[in-house]
């Protein structure tokens, strides 16, 4: 099974999003517990999740992976349907836009790297909503109109 994705903005970051999440599966812990593209001690080790109850129904309350138990909060805000936020003990925190998991793979990639762009001033919803557009052949200025 492929992993999930996570594309993360520098630190640095100038628009709204921190980055996007891709799970690949509708099940919550097993995208939540080794994200490919979130590793390193600049990074820090996800300690907390928090996702929309309403999207991830059957999700646990907590996930476990090797080395660590990841906290799952499950939350009642309708403008974090397609959202997650995670959490990296005192190191950092990020808040995502998920990629639905059945999103086609190249849509995704176009997704992973828009969020990521520090320069897209787009919300997340207006981020999904542009995934039919051209990311990759234009300059930034250009792909979000300014």
């Not at 590793?39 to 080790?45: I, K, L, Q, V, Y």
């Not at 990521?116 to 052949?137: H, I, K, V």
Request: glycine content about 8%; overall charge negative.
């Amino acid at each position: 099974m492929p992993p999930a994705r996570l594309s993360l903005t520098p630190k640095a970051g100038h628009g709204p999003l921190d980055g996007a999440w891709w799970p690949r599966y509708d099940a919550l812990e097993l995208g939540v517990a080794r994200p490919r593209g979130l590793a390193g001690p600049r990074h820090g080790t996800v300690t907390r999740v928090t996702v929309a109850a309403a999207a991830w129904p059957d999700a646990p309350l907590t996930v476990s992976s090797p080395d660590q138990v990841i906290e799952v909060v499950l939350s009642d805000a309708t403008d974090e349907e397609h959202a997650i936020t995670l959490e990296c003990g005192t190191v950092r925190r990020w808040e995502l836009p998920v990629i639905p998991p059945g999103e086609p793979a190249d849509t995704a990639e176009r997704l992973l790297s828009a969020a990521a762009d520090p320069w897209n001033p787009l919300s997340a919803r207006r981020t999904l909503t542009r995934a039919e557009g051209d990311f990759g052949s234009k300059s930034a200025g250009e792909r979000y109109g300014s």
